[in-house]
C-alpha cells in the first residue's frame, strides 16, 4: 500500500510500540491501523499501562487523506477539545491514521487505552460541547473580567444546590422584592 499522507513512502507491516499490529510508512513515519486489531490486543491485554512519559512532536495533515485500503475520503476525529490534532478514520475498513508523532501525543494525553473510543459519536460530541464552554468561559471572562466571572460562576452554583433556588431567583430579579406589585 501507497502512503495516504506522504504519497512517496510504502506502509510496511509493523507493531505500535511492539504492541498491536500497524503499517508505517517507511518515508514520513505515518501509521494506519485497523481498530479491530487494536480492540482484539486491547481485549488481551486488560491490564497493561501505556506510559504517558513520552516526548512528543507530532505532525497533523490538514486536508483530506483517502483511505489507503478504500480510496475513499477519510473523516477527521478530534483527540481532545485542548488539541488541534484531529486522527483520519476510515469508516469503510475501520482504520485510523495516525501522523507521525501523534500516536505519542495519545499516549501523553493518557488516551491510548481509548483510542476507539476517541472515534466514536459520543466522544465528539462530548468535544464540542466541551470546546462551546471553554469559548463561552472566554467570553464571559472577557465581559466581566476574570474575578467578576468567578465570582458570578460561584454564586450560580451555590444558587443552583439551594433548595429555594426558584424563591432565590425571583428575589434576585425582582425590581422591588418588597413589593406585591410588579
Excluded at 507491516?13 to 508505517?24: C, K, N, V, Y
Excluded at 486522527?87 to 494525553?109: A, P, R, T
Excluded at 462530548?126 to 464571559?140: L, V
Excluded at 450560580?156 to 428575589?171: S, T, V
Aim: glycine share 6%; proline share 3%.
Amino acid at each position: 500500500m501507497k502512503c495516504t499522507s506522504c504519497k512517496v513512502g510504502v506502509l510496511s507491516p509493523s507493531f505500535i510500540d511492539g504492541l498491536f499490529r500497524a503499517h508505517t510508512c517507511t518515508h514520513c513515519g505515518g501509521n494506519w491501523i485497523l481498530i479491530e486489531d487494536y480492540v482484539s490486543w486491547k481485549e488481551n491485554n486488560p491490564e497493561y499501562q501505556f506510559s504517558t512519559e513520552v516526548s512528543c512532536e507530532a505532525v497533523d495533515t490538514d486536508t483530506a487523506l483517502l483511505c489507503p485500503q478504500s480510496g475513499k475520503i477519510m473523516r477527521k476525529f478530534r483527540i481532545t477539545s485542548k488539541s488541534s490534532h484531529r486522527l483520519d478514520y476510515s469508516s469503510f475498513v475501520g482504520g485510523v491514521w495516525l501522523d507521525k508523532g501523534e500516536w505519542d501525543l495519545i499516549k501523553k494525553g493518557g488516551l491510548a487505552g481509548s483510542l476507539n473510543a476517541v472515534l466514536t459519536a459520543q466522544w465528539q460530541k462530548n468535544i464540542r460541547m466541551n470546546t462551546a464552554k471553554e469559548n463561552f468561559a472566554e467570553i464571559y471572562t472577557d465581559k466581566f473580567g476574570k474575578e467578576s466571572y468567578d465570582k458570578a460562576r460561584e454564586i450560580r452554583q451555590w444558587l443552583n444546590e439551594h433548595p429555594n433556588k426558584a424563591d432565590l431567583r425571583a428575589y434576585i430579579l425582582a425590581e422591588d422584592p418588597y413589593s406585591a406589585e410588579r
